[in-house]
């Protein structure tokens, strides 16, 4: 809950309001109408209902423009609506604390990060980015979004109303600024995005080594946004978070996807009674202590939400949200939905995860994000630290010298033999060797290995994209496309994608998307 009823909520902040609403009034009695309808706008805020706030406080601020509480009022109704201009002179002007929570900081942080961003328009989105290369990320997440609420409009019967604002921010440290966080807890725990304030916040995929999913993120954000606007804002973190990764890839087909590696630590922690309880998930993801915590927490939840829908489907989950939404705890509501006590649902729940099946081939660490220009997360080539034999980290040194030769063969014998002490373990080893199988003119030996490792590390662009070059190779147009956008989604500036995207494009007759995917290639090339 954002608290904002917090604002006023003790008598002596209701009379600071008073004061504040009786000012330039000709009767005291005047101000008395002002603090009901202040303090509903605030729980609209609380709420995230921001239309109702809006209706709420506009007819106040024209009959009151001089009213110091309705002028703050006012300033945070036009934070959530992303005027921040306006919102940080309607809270200068107005002057009244806002709680725990610095609003009028966070408007002029908003205000100046935004300052210079572009913004594009959909039929449910608008996109506000900075000026450049992040022009690439537009038409795609645009697309996605759209998709994605459409998903979830299927599941929950609803889809929320107006146009949702998606601003995609240069770093962490954009992000801690407009956001509640410290830039610390966001590395350490390794968060990427927020639903907050009535918009959705997305570190461009640029500020990060290889990339990530970004366009599963923005969807699970969005996913947030939704579940808020469904429940009033009453849906727990465990819950919150269940149902945005458990949805985050319906975009793109059904959901309810759980990695490899996300499996086999899950199972890992049953077996050590090492489980995040919900309670430590409280009161956000992004105070866990690690990336591997919050990966644990995460696969917890997905799978708690996938038991769920395995008791009753939509009609089940739909239930629980509308009790919640009526007031009812969450507790409360699952246990009213399964018929059981919330003690009981926590018991079959941990059965269920003990005896869900293991995706294939779930060994292997956890894959952590990895921030540029942060020492802790290692440069473009740290990932070799991975290598945990000094005599395969040894070859595939070697058989990165040679490959720096253009020795591809050469490179694919030394690469082959880090491979056969360590297994296939490791994407860049495996990625590293498909290449050098590849330029060597073993195709069918290189595809072998990049299909392979896809099956474990399914959001490592190189793979995407070295088995794209195959089929296109092979003039295998539906095949490289479906390989471009898997890469795309995952690291969308490496301008060979978008170059091969054009050929593809104009090779299935769509020259619009070619036209775009060339210019696209090109702004990245002059970025590199």
Request: glycine letters at 8%; hydrophobic letters at 40%.
């Amino acid at each position: 809950m954002l608290l904002l009823s917090a604002l006023w909520a003790r008598p002596v902040h209701a009379r600071e309001a008073a004061r504040g609403a009786g000012q330039g009034a000709t009767r005291g009695d005047e101000a008395g109408p002002v603090m009901p309808v202040l303090r509903r706008t605030i729980a609209a805020l609380d709420d995230e209902d921001v239309p109702a706030a809006r209706a709420l406080i506009e007819p106040l601020l024209k009959e009151r423009p001089d009213d110091r509480a309705v002028l703050t009022v006012a300033g945070l109704v036009r934070f959530y609506e992303q005027r921040y201009g306006e919102a940080t002179e309607l809270l200068e002007k107005g002057g009244f604390p806002t709680g725990t929570t610095d609003y009028l900081a966070l408007a002029r942080a908003a205000r100046s990060v935004t300052r210079d961003h572009q913004r594009v328009e959909g039929d449910h989105f608008v996109v506000s980015y900075p000026k450049g290369k992040d022009e690439v990320l537009v038409p795609y997440v645009l697309d996605a979004l759209e998709a994605q609420r459409r998903a979830l409009e299927e599941d929950l019967g609803w889809a929320p109303p107006g146009k949702v604002t998606i601003e995609f921010l240069n770093d962490t440290r954009e992000l801690a600024r407009l956001s509640t966080l410290s830039e610390e807890e966001i590395k350490t725990s390794g968060t990427i995005a927020l639903c907050k304030f009535n918009k959705l916040m997305v570190v461009s995929p640029k500020a990060l080594v290889k990339g990530y999913d970004w366009l599963d993120t923005a969807a699970h954000e969005y996913t947030h946004y939704a579940v808020t606007a469904r429940t009033r804002n009453n849906t727990p973190i465990w819950l919150h978070e269940g149902l945005a990764k458990y949805s985050e890839s319906r975009w793109r087909g059904r959901g309810g996807e759980l990695s490899a590696l996300s499996a086999e630590q899950l199972r890992r922690a049953l077996e050590k009674d090492q489980l995040v309880t919900f309670e430590q998930m409280h009161p956000s993801m992004a105070k866990l202590p690690s990336q591997e915590a919050a990966a644990l927490a995460f696969a917890e939840v997905m799978v708690a939400v996938e038991y769920l829908q395995s008791k009753g489907g939509r009609p089940l989950m739909n239930r629980i949200l509308d009790l919640v939404a009526q007031g009812t705890s969450a507790e409360k509501a699952v246990a009213q939905g399964l018929g059981v006590s919330f003690e009981g649902f926590l018991a079959d729940w941990k059965r269920y995860m003990a005896a869900r099946p293991l995706p294939e081939r779930g060994d292997g660490a956890v894959e952590k994000l990895r921030f540029k220009g942060d020492p802790k997360h290692g440069g473009t080539h740290s990932e070799w630290a991975a290598i945990a034999d000094e005599k395969a980290r040894g070859f595939a040194r070697l058989g990165e010298i040679f490959r720096e030769r253009g020795r591809w063969a050469a490179a694919r014998i030394e690469y082959a033999k880090a491979i056969a002490r360590v297994g296939k373990g490791i994407p860049v080893l495996a990625d590293k060797f498909a290449l050098a199988a590849m330029m060597s003119g073993r195709d069918d030996e290189a595809q072998g290995a990049l299909v392979e490792a896809l099956r474990r590390h399914p959001h490592y662009a190189a793979l995407h994209l070295h088995l794209a070059r195959l089929h296109l190779k092979r003039k295998s147009w539906d095949l490289a496309k479906e390989q471009l956008l898997l890469a795309n989604a995952v690291d969308p500036f490496d301008p060979e994608i978008h170059a091969a995207l054009a050929v593809v494009s104009e090779a299935q007759g769509d020259p619009g998307v070619a036209s775009r995917e060339k210019r696209f290639a090109q702004l990245l090339a002059g970025h590199q």
